[in-house]
């Protein structure tokens, strides 16, 4: 199985902050990379998918990146309802597997 | 809009069995693969079962497979999770998601459309 590794686990940043998260894969794989986002007691929801394309609706603050093993997602400018858990899932092969998540804390 | 709704989530003792159900409106459902995944404080989120849209092919993660069954009825629109011999550690919200399909050309295996989860606890 594919390992993902996500840092740093929490993350404590300020509104209007530029943010990045990493993912690490322990396996390469071209751009089969989604990120969500999950806030307490609601079901994930999806940002990114294949590394780096915005899915309908989600800001332009968000965008991803990389490839092969280590990808990211920036968040430009963060807004209050930016602070939330994020995962990365990758689905490059079975079974499909997610990091571990990284929590963005208001500093 | 889209919708999904899960229920059948309880209480249950080991070695016991639940049924799961997923309630989808607002798509064409049999046009989408769908997919469990459960989310433990401990473990995260994990990927459980996923099925195609027409129902002809399914697929287990290790942890479950041999004891956990996915199936779908699309003449009601309902995802189903069938789970047998059931252990402490399948202790988790259980989420019914969507896979994009259409983004793809086919199956995506990542997930644009959660349910609110559904909570399964099992005790030893």
């Known amino acids: 199985d594919i390992q993902m590794t996500q840092s740093p686990s929490t993350l404590s940043a300020s509104v209007g902050d530029r943010v990045t998260l990493t993912c690490r894969a322990s396996?390469?794989?071209?751009?089969?990379l989604a990120w969500y986002q999950q806030k307490p007691g609601k079901a994930p929801k999806l940002l990114i998918y294949?590394?780096?394309n915005l899915q309908s609706g989600v800001p332009s603050r968000f965008s991803g990146s990389g490839s092969g093993t280590k990808f990211t997602l920036t968040i430009s400018s963060l807004q209050p309802d930016d602070f939330a858990s994020y995962y990365c899932?990758?689905?490059?092969?079975?079974?499909?597997?997610f990091g571990e998540g990284t929590k963005l804390e208001i500093k | 809009e889209v919708q999904l709704l899960e229920s059948g989530g309880d209480l249950v003792q080991s070695g016991g069995s639940l049924r799961l159900s997923c309630a989808a409106s607002?798509?064409?459902?049999?046009?989408?693969?769908m997919s469990w995944v459960r989310q433990t404080p401990r473990k995260g989120l994990e990927w459980v079962a996923g099925?195609?849209?027409?129902?002809?092919?399914?697929t287990y993660a290790d942890s479950v497979r041999g004891r956990f069954t996915i199936s779908r009825d699309n003449s009601k629109n309902t995802l189903y999770l069938q789970m047998n011999s059931l252990r402490a550690e399948d202790t988790a919200m259980y989420y019914c998601?969507?896979?994009?399909?259409?983004?793809?050309?086919?199956?995506?295996?990542?997930?644009?459309?959660w349910g609110q989860g559904t909570l399964v606890t099992v005790s030893s």
């Open positions: 998601a969507r896979d994009p399909g259409k983004q793809c050309g086919g199956d995506c295996h990542y997930f644009d459309d």
């Open positions: 607002g798509f064409t459902f049999r046009s989408y693969a």
């Open positions: 099925i195609s849209g027409v129902g002809l092919g399914a």
């Open positions: 396996q390469s794989f071209n751009s089969w």
């Open positions: 294949k590394a780096s």
């Open positions: 899932q990758q689905y490059f092969s079975f079974p499909y597997t």
